[in-house]
């Protein structure tokens, strides 16, 4: 009892000082917590159905709850993965009648989705998004923003992405939306590589959204494109327009094994 | 309830294959259903004496289903009467759950019968029998040798399982799901008690309703079996059960991909070696291919997925028509998903056409890569794909059927602008959006085009000649390897007797007559070579 009293005081520590922003801090108070998580039995996956089972649950679930944003404010994907994993048993292995199902566990799931989409680890997100029940999908924001968002991603509509950072459900996703904005520069800067053959430097960062020629004239250096006469000329489309050469290496290793497969049959 | 309609998936494979079954055969032999379940015991005996049950296995559930529709507890409760009379402790089971207190009608009946039986098997023996009554009476003589001994089915343990299997599918079959899920696990835990590996096959059977009289309870009651589940398929493998490893894990994935657990189920997959990569049973087989499948589908990865499907589907045994559609639904979408379109005989087959009906829509909208009826097709049924779990995938295609509009459009202009391609494909976001769309199918290779950015248009690249490339070579090269591989594969899956001893002399001869033929064609292929 004792100890369920302490681990509170300490989530509401932790709380106060996750508002005020201080990273460093929360996360020495983090430790504390998780060390005194470990010895309630209720928790997964002891499981045990001790008289205070559902207390202990559903603060351990708000302790994680709280440790996923903390990891969101420290921006360390890594820790937001290890502990988003802790945290999603309590949501899919406990019946909501044990305990009622969290307020923030749309907010998180959604996070959770938009740190895949970064990340760029579509087979997981989507994986991920298959656990969600459809009618959520359509009537939580936070789900719909992150499937908008994966939706222009396929597409190819990279302006709605870049302009839907502003529109975030969350402060907490705009973290992660300004990640994935990068990511989604990078993107247009390899799509128009392909589909230009040339536009003018003014055209250039209207198009791949640099806010300064500066930005826009290194990023040309380390791609390899051509600046000439105030207009960048996309080096890599010619390159790949050559023929490639007759593979003849390929072509004997065919014939070799059609000859030795067709040998066994007849 | 609700999944009643949906099960292509899982159990409904071998139901309704036995459903398929079953008239035709009922037709055909006339014989009473408690002969045929006495054939049933004789037939198990004879196999556990022989230590080689699967093979009669299928045999076994074929004539099982045969007598399942006519099948009263009546029957059950004589069969075990006669055949297992020892066993008190099946008797007490089966009591919580069958009415196995024979009425005074039915037992004077059952009386009357027998002595009909004897009365009957005595005058055949005699040889006089009569015109009129022939029919009835060759058919019990022939199943009065059978249940004459009582005393040796009582042996096997096989047979008091089977007197349970058939209790679970009657209690199944009259609706009573709440009692079959609750004999089903009382069995399981009694099969528990066995470690023979005779008992393997039907064992496997057992588990498979297990898990389907859960799933007819609800929800709730197949997800609490999960651990059940997983120690059973742990002691199968420790016991190389391969039977029944196979029937389990396709059972857990089922379990897991009832409720979207997409990645436990790859994890347990993954993680899961089966001890000899061939499958024993082809329905497991299928199966495993389609949970395959589908989960490869969820992770984008179609082309494997594609793979899986279309083999299940060259395996499915005909009378499995759910299942059949639920594969061809899944292999529809994940044409579409790769960008192809599905040939239309996949509509088409007789029976299917109803149910296959919103996928032909889908893809009629996509093969026009018109945006808009897309949109009114998935609207119109939403439902029925979210019953089929296909929902989120729907979702994927919008950007397909943009894809294919716009490859529409890239033949038929050589230039146009952007403003028109916009309104052709039905986009809403303007000509950013649309510059944005045309690039990155660009670079996807989609289309070959270059955007002019200053006057707004989009111009197609000349088509170069296809022939040129390594394109065709290579599609031959796909299709040489598959067949060589079809050919290695039917090589492999071939089955022969185990060889007895006194066939061994006449193989022994054989193999001496083969060898002097290949020397005699080596001899001649080295003439030839002089030449």
């Known amino acids: ?266 | 309830m609700g999944n009643e309609n949906a099960p292509g998936e899982a159990m409904d494979l071998d139901t309704k294959k036995q459903e398929s079954t079953g008239p035709a055969a009922a037709e055909k032999a006339p014989i009473k259903v408690f002969d045929l379940l006495c054939q049933n015991v004789h037939l198990l005996e004879e196999a556990v004496h022989a230590k080689e049950t699967s093979l009669c296995m299928g045999r076994l559930m074929r004539q099982t289903s045969a007598a399942r529709k006519r099948m009263t507890e009546h029957d059950i409760a004589k069969l075990l009467k006669t055949k297992l009379p020892n066993s008190n402790e099946v008797q007490q089971t089966l009591a919580q759950f069958l009415d196995l207190t024979v009425t005074e009608d039915a037992k004077i009946a059952m009386e009357t019968d027998d002595n009909k039986e004897n009365d009957a098997a005595a005058e055949a023996v005699n040889g006089t029998v009569e015109g009129g009554k022939k029919e009835e009476k060759t058919s019990a003589a022939t199943a009065t040798p059978v249940h004459n001994r009582p005393t040796r089915a009582s042996a096997v343990p096989e047979c008091e399982i089977y007197v349970f299997l058939l209790a679970i599918l009657k209690l199944l079959d009259s609706g009573s799901d709440e009692k079959a899920r609750e004999l089903s696990g009382t069995v399981v835990d009694w099969l528990q008690s066995f470690n023979r590996r005779t008992m393997d096959s039907l064992a496997a059977r057992i588990y498979a309703y297990f898990s389907w009289s859960h799933e007819r309870c609800g929800d709730d009651h197949l997800q609490g079996i999960r651990s059940k589940l997983l120690t059973l398929q742990r002691t199968a493998i420790l016991r190389h059960d391969e039977i029944g490893q196979e029937t389990l894990l396709n059972l857990l994935l089922h379990n897991y991909l009832h409720f979207s657990l997409y990645d436990h189920a790859d994890k347990l997959r993954s993680k899961t070696q089966l001890t000899s990569n061939q499958h024993r049973n082809v329905h497991q087989f299928c199966r495993y291919l389609f949970y395959i499948g589908k989960i490869r589908a969820i992770q984008l990865d179609y082309t494997e997925s594609k793979e899986k499907l279309q083999q299940a589907l060259r395996k499915v045994p005909s009378g499995a028509k759910g299942f059949r559609i639920t594969l061809h639904k899944w292999l529809c979408m994940v044409h579409l998903l790769l960008g192809e379109i599905p040939e239309r005989t996949h509509f088409t087959t007789p029976g299917m056409r109803r149910a296959l009906k919103p996928y032909f829509s889908l893809t009629q909208a996509i093969r026009k890569g018109d945006l808009k009826t897309f949109q009114q097709v998935a609207q119109r049924h939403w439902d029925q794909f979210m019953e089929d779990k296909t929902h989120n995938l729907i979702v994927r295609l919008q950007h397909n059927v943009i894809r294919t509009g716009l490859r529409n459009i890239s033949k038929a202009y050589s230039r146009v602008s952007l403003e028109d391609v916009s309104k052709m494909l039905g986009l809403s976001g303007g000509i950013e959006e649309v510059e944005c769309i045309v690039a990155k199918a660009v670079r996807d290779g989609a289309i070959e085009a270059k955007i002019d950015h200053a006057n707004k248009w989009m111009t197609t690249n000349e088509a170069s000649d296809i022939y040129s490339t390594f394109e065709p070579q290579q599609a031959f090269h796909s299709r040489i390897m598959f067949c060589l591989n079809l050919h290695n594969e039917a090589v492999k899956a071939m089955r022969y007797k185990p060889k007895e001893q006194k066939d061994k002399d006449s193989a022994e001869e054989a193999r001496k007559e083969r060898l002097q033929q290949e020397q005699e064609i080596a001899s001649a292929l080295e003439e030839d070579d002089e030449f």
Not at chain 1, 70 to 76: E, G, I, L, M, T
Not at chain 1, 79 to 88: D, G, M, V
Not at chain 1, 90 to 96: A, R
């Open chain 1, 1 to 266: 009892m004792a100890l369920l009293q302490k681990t509170r005081r300490l989530l509401e520590k932790l709380k106060s000082e996750a508002s005020k922003g201080k990273v460093a801090s929360c996360e020495e108070t983090l430790v504390e917590i998780k060390l005194h998580l470990t010895s309630f039995a209720a928790l997964p996956p002891r499981y045990e159905k001790t008289p205070t089972a559902a207390e202990e649950l559903g603060l351990a679930r708000e302790c994680l709850e709280q440790a996923v944003v903390v990891s969101v404010q420290a921006n360390d994907e890594q820790a937001f993965e290890r502990n988003y994993l802790q945290l999603n048993t309590y949501y899919t292995d406990i019946k909501d009648d044990f305990m009622p199902a969290s307020q923030q566990m749309l907010l998180l799931k959604g996070l959770n989705l938009l740190r895949l989409l970064v990340q760029n680890r579509l087979a997981e997100f989507h994986t991920e998004l298959e656990t969600i029940e459809p009618h959520v999908q359509n009537s939580s924001e936070h789900i719909k923003y992150v499937i908008q968002l994966e939706q222009s991603h396929m597409e190819g509509a990279y302006n709605k992405i870049l302009g839907s950072s502003k529109s975030c459900p969350s402060p907490l996703y705009v973290s992660f939306a300004e990640k994935l904005n990068e990511t989604v520069r990078d993107e247009i800067c390899a799509c128009s590589e392909e589909a230009y053959e040339s536009l003018s430097l003014a055209e250039a960062r209207q198009v791949m959204r640099f806010d300064t020629e500066e930005g826009l004239l290194a990023y040309a250096k380390e791609a390899g494109w051509v600046v000439k006469d105030g207009r960048v000329f996309f080096a890599a489309a010619e390159a790949s327009t050559d023929k490639v050469e007759l593979n003849s290496m390929d072509l004997i290793k065919n014939t070799l094994h059609y000859a030795k497969e067709i040998e066994r049959i007849v």
